[in-house]
């Protein structure tokens, strides 16, 4: 919105050209969802405890100090996130950039799902919310409507492609089958990031790394010159994303405020699938979806520790972990949960300097 009055003014006010640049509108995005999350985090956080006395359902067979110290703390925290982003997107982004709008489509989506899931549990009293069939059914449509969003938007030459890391002309054309490639991106980051969203701040200072890294992919790829000097794909309008991540990076900050241990809330699904769900998304737009395989390392890993639990179990009735998710493992091993949170975010630093490496590396 300001973007807009300032095209309208500029002739009358020359300082107005300061809002045309994208890095000075994310930086004002990070800056005004993160403002907006401590302004208005206690009003909503006092209002999510008085909807849920009980605060969110902890598992049963979870880690036993879970019980004991997390009980009672309201969840749905990803209200909080998702309103910042919002506010802070009708703000400073380009409203009329078609990549803007089918990020909020992705991030209200995720969120209204993973709200009624969220509402289920508090409902029921349990840690079961939607059925699973029922959730992952409304992902997988949300999933290709977005994915087809994209593709329609983006060049022909590339929007059915995926680029290699490391390779400067490794690319695969995948046709029409990228449209299920796109769902499972998708799909697979809301989901990765739910299940890591297990610890007080592990989940969104990742987020917020990941998101830092696709700001400067999207902002190098909406830029021919620096498109051509790092022999990436060069996507008009994609620049804008850079404020979008912006306005995640600053609505995580604003959060972690309150879910630093002790949490005071938790982001629930309704956070972790808005969240990652708006990530996949991202990383379709710029044509980086391996990259994102890569500084997102963590939540792969994380989603690979469930399914090699599973598998495990069934086949052999042994399990690999001593519980899954990786970060239970690690507490039922005796590791404090504090360690957990900043080895694991450690981890996600290193993986993210490795991505944005990839880049130049070819």
Not at 61 to 87: F, N, R, Y
Not at 169 to 195: E, P, Q
Not at 218 to 237: D, E, H, T
Request: hydrophobic letters at 55%; proline letters at 3%.
């Amino acid at each position: 919105m300001i973007k807009f009055l300032a095209e309208e003014y500029l002739s009358l006010f020359s300082f107005l050209n300061l809002f045309n640049f994208i890095t000075f509108r994310t930086g004002a995005a990070i800056l005004t969802s993160l403002f907006f999350s401590l302004i208005f985090g206690e009003i909503i956080i006092n209002s999510l405890s008085k909807f849920q006395p009980a605060g969110q359902p902890i598992r049963s067979d979870g880690p036993e100090t879970h019980i004991l110290q997390k009980a009672g703390t309201p969840t749905m925290g990803g209200v909080l996130i998702i309103l910042s982003v919002l506010i802070s997107l009708l703000l400073w982004s380009d409203l009329k950039n078609n990549y803007v709008w089918i990020g909020v489509i992705t991030i209200i989506s995720f969120g209204t799902i993973g709200l009624i899931d969220d509402y289920k549990k508090i409902k029921l009293n349990s840690s079961s919310g939607l059925k699973r069939s029922v959730r992952v059914f409304f992902q997988i449509i949300i999933c290709m409507i977005i994915t087809y969003l994209i593709i329609n938007n983006l060049n022909d030459n590339i929007s059915t492609t995926i680029s290699f890391p490391f390779f400067k002309n490794f690319i695969i054309d995948f046709g029409i089958f990228y449209l299920i490639i796109g769902v499972f991106i998708i799909i697979g980051s809301a989901n990765s990031v739910n299940l890591t969203d297990g610890l007080d701040g592990l989940a969104i200072v990742p987020v917020m790394i990941v998101a830092m890294s696709f700001a400067f992919i999207a902002y190098v790829s909406g830029n021919m010159v620096f498109a051509n000097y790092l022999l990436i794909n060069y996507i008009p309008g994609t620049g804008e994303l850079a404020v979008f991540c912006g306005s995640l990076i600053g609505a995580a900050l604003g959060f972690l405020w309150f879910n630093a241990p002790p949490a005071k809330v938790f982001m629930g699904d309704t956070g972790s699938l808005a969240l990652g769900g708006s990530l996949g998304s991202i990383a379709i737009m710029v044509k980086h979806e391996i990259v994102l395989a890569i500084i997102g390392g963590l939540f792969v890993l994380e989603t690979l520790s469930v399914i090699i639990q599973v598998i495990s179990f069934k086949l052999t009735g042994k399990r690999v972990f001593m519980m899954a998710p990786l970060h239970h493992h690690f507490e039922k091993k005796g590791w404090a949960e504090s360690t957990i949170v900043i080895r694991f975010w450690i981890i996600t630093i290193v993986l993210a300097l490795i991505g944005l490496a990839t880049l130049k590396i070819r």
